[in-house]
């Protein structure tokens, strides 16, 4: 079955630091999703990623998508303590119903 | 409206109980989904309806029961559960392969 990785599973930076996390599907995806969800929360949508090799920024957030599209990376510039919670990328497999199959999940933490 | 509201937030119930988590939405989406996490874990799929039909059943035990009584709701009903099926249970909405909208949660403990 479609398997979703990530890595690392947590990471610790100080305030200001940068950061990365990682995402490998077993098989091409048709989009990928980033969700963050903070501590006692909920999934909170980031963005999408569609098209091959494609790239988007939101303020300190980079994301790529590969040129295969079956890996994925989020990256945050000088991380702020508001950045906190657990980073998760999720693969749709496409179809004719939306199968969305979340990563393991990176949980960032943030030493002001 | 951009909310996806869940109820309850917190259940307690024992292995004999019966009970039902509810979702409703009022967004527009045709799509609706049953996610369950475990704690330091990613969300699970485990239904996904798709205009109001069960388009994905993740092998997901019998004692687990969705039902979509219309566009907006999607109810889980819950019988004879397990101590392991203590959990988060998510339900999220969205349109065809866009963004999840997701509820809070119904925080699950089974005694």
């Known amino acids: 079955g479609q398997q979703v990785m990530q890595i690392p599973q947590y990471q610790h930076v100080q305030e200001g630091e940068d950061f990365t996390t990682y995402c490998n599907s077993s098989?091409?995806?048709?989009?990928i999703q980033w969700y963050k969800q903070r501590p006692g929360g909920h999934p909170v949508f980031l963005i999408q990623?569609?098209?091959?090799?494609e790239v988007k920024k939101q303020k300190r957030l980079t994301f790529q998508f590969g040129e295969a599209k079956k890996n994925s990376s989020l990256h945050i510039t000088a991380t702020q303590t508001t950045d906190v919670g657990t980073y998760f990328c999720?693969?749709?497999?496409?179809?004719?119903?939306?199968?969305?199959?979340f990563g393991t999940g990176t949980l960032l933490a943030v030493q002001p | 409206d951009t909310e996806v509201t869940q109820t309850p937030k917190h259940l307690v119930m024992g292995m004999t109980n019966k009970k039902s988590l509810k979702c409703e939405q009022h967004?527009?989406?045709?799509?609706m989904y049953w996610y369950k996490q475990k704690a330091k874990k990613p969300p699970e799929l485990m239904f996904v309806?798709?205009?109001?039909?069960?388009?994905i059943n993740e092998s997901v035990p019998s004692r687990f029961s969705p039902e979509c009584p219309n566009s907006s709701l999607l109810n889980l009903h819950l019988h004879a559960l397990q101590p392991e099926d203590s959990a988060l249970y998510l339900c999220?909405?969205?349109?065809?392969?866009?963004?999840?909208?997701f509820g809070s949660g119904t925080q699950l403990s089974v005694l």
């Open positions: 999220a909405s969205s349109q065809e392969s866009e963004k999840l909208f």
């Open positions: 098989t091409t995806l048709s989009n």
């Open positions: 990623l569609v098209k091959s090799g």
């Open positions: 999720a693969g749709d497999y496409g179809g004719a119903t939306n199968k969305l199959i």
């Open positions: 967004m527009g989406h045709r799509a």
């Open positions: 309806y798709s205009y109001e039909k069960l388009s």
